[in-house]
């Protein structure tokens, strides 16, 4: 299994970004994917998660600004952040999830969030 994160860049508080991460290998319409961000000096935390069913979870940081949605068609996973700000900065990863939302799968490639106020 593959994880190809991309999409990220540098914007200002209140911009938006697309992030993308395309997911290989026969997995994808089975199984919960999910959005996490780590910080220098701090633990990966969870983002935004999605089941193959649709069911969504946020973390309650950007509940209402970001959006996971996923297209089994393409085996990709996306994750839509809204009205930016500062503490979104952060190297996004994206992951298989278990069902508590914990990491699956090694961890492949992020791609860099700078957001600046």
């Given at each position: 299994v593959q994880l190809q994160a991309s999409g990220g860049g540098m914007v200002q508080a209140g911009g938006s970004l697309r992030l993308s991460c395309v997911i290989s290998g026969n997995i994808f319409r089975l199984n919960a994917l999910a959005w996490y961000r780590q910080v220098p000096g701090k633990q990966r935390e969870l983002v935004?998660?999605?089941?193959?069913?649709?069911?969504?979870?946020?973390?309650?940081?950007?509940?209402?600004?970001?959006?996971?949605?996923?297209?089994?068609a393409k085996n990709t996973v996306y994750l839509q952040m809204n009205s930016l700000k500062p503490e979104d900065t952060g190297n996004y990863y994206c992951n298989e999830a278990e069902n508590s939302w914990s990491p699956k799968r090694s961890w492949g490639q992020g791609t860099q969030v700078t957001v600046s106020s």
């Amino acid at each position: 299994v593959q994880l190809q994160a991309s999409g990220g860049g540098m914007v200002q508080a209140g911009g938006s970004l697309r992030l993308s991460c395309v997911i290989s290998g026969n997995i994808f319409r089975l199984n919960a994917l999910a959005w996490y961000r780590q910080v220098p000096g701090k633990q990966r935390e969870l983002v935004a998660g999605i089941r193959s069913d649709g069911r969504t979870n946020y973390a309650d940081s950007v509940k209402g600004r970001f959006t996971i949605s996923r297209e089994n068609a393409k085996n990709t996973v996306y994750l839509q952040m809204n009205s930016l700000k500062p503490e979104d900065t952060g190297n996004y990863y994206c992951n298989e999830a278990e069902n508590s939302w914990s990491p699956k799968r090694s961890w492949g490639q992020g791609t860099q969030v700078t957001v600046s106020s």
